[in-house]
């Protein structure tokens, strides 16, 4: 089993429309969550950091849920622009800085 | 500001051969990481460098694979000899030393193809 799962996708959806992407992870000791948005033949970027407590930036919300240790994102009212692949990453406790990532999720937004 | 400068961007090699890749991080990012990418995969790390420290290269192929980074700022990846393998989106990242959530900050990447 990987360490962190993401829904296989792709996922193709209108305009508009709101989709949610699920991310597991494996190591409970787990401790700073990310989305990153890569696009085609381009480098990740980070999207955005999930707080414990849930976090909304503009049409993006991440939550966190550690008792069933899955991260997700939600996308509302999406763009074209937001069609790219999703990857998770998990970093874990102790002085490890490196991320650990899923194998991303492709979303294509259709006009 | 700059980013994280990679170059090649493109490398077309034969089996076989040696390759190199080079980096060079956002200036005072003090962390910087090799990773790899195959297609339809997330970034695999290879090897983490605190200054010019390699921190962790557990999963670095050492019968073929190294890295240095000298002077603690650029750093290269090599890979000799080269396998079909190999081939994959070689990803340079950079982060300040400071914080467990210090962001990543990944370069544009080394597109490596192994004939």
């Known amino acids: 089993r990987k360490e962190v799962e993401q829904d296989p996708g792709p996922f193709n959806v209108p305009e508009g429309a709101t989709v949610a992407f699920n991310c597991t992870y494996s190591?409970?000791?787990?401790?700073?969550f990310f989305w990153y948005r890569q696009d085609c033949r381009k480098e990740p970027k980070l999207l955005m950091s999930?707080?414990?407590s849930g976090n909304e930036d503009g049409r993006f919300t991440a939550q966190l849920n550690r008792a069933s240790q899955y991260i997700s994102l939600l996308i509302r009212d999406s763009k074209l622009s937001d069609s790219a692949t999703y990857l998770c990453?998990?970093?874990?406790?102790?002085?490890?800085?490196?991320?650990?990532f899923g194998s991303g999720t492709q979303l294509t937004v259709l006009p | 500001e700059a980013g994280v400068v990679q170059s090649p961007r493109y490398k077309i090699i034969e089996k076989k051969q040696p390759v190199a890749f080079w980096c060079n991080p956002i200036?005072?990012?003090?962390?910087l990481y090799w990773y790899l990418q195959n297609l339809g995969q997330g970034p695999e790390l290879l090897i983490r460098?605190?200054?010019?420290?390699?921190?962790?290269d557990s999963q670095l192929p050492k019968d073929r694979f190294s890295a240095e980074r000298l002077k603690g700022v650029d750093s290269t990846l090599k890979i000799q000899p080269a396998e079909l393998g190999d081939s994959a989106v070689y990803l340079c990242?950079?982060?300040?030393?400071?914080?467990?959530?210090?962001?990543?900050?990944f370069g544009p990447g080394t597109r490596l193809t192994v004939l």
């Open positions: 460098y605190e200054n010019e420290e390699a921190v962790d």
């Open positions: 990242a950079s982060s300040p030393t400071s914080g467990r959530a210090a962001e990543q900050f």
């Open positions: 999930v707080y414990s």
């Open positions: 190591n409970s000791a787990s401790q700073s």
């Open positions: 200036s005072g990012h003090n962390t």
């Open positions: 990453a998990v970093r874990y406790g102790g002085s490890a800085r490196q991320l650990t």
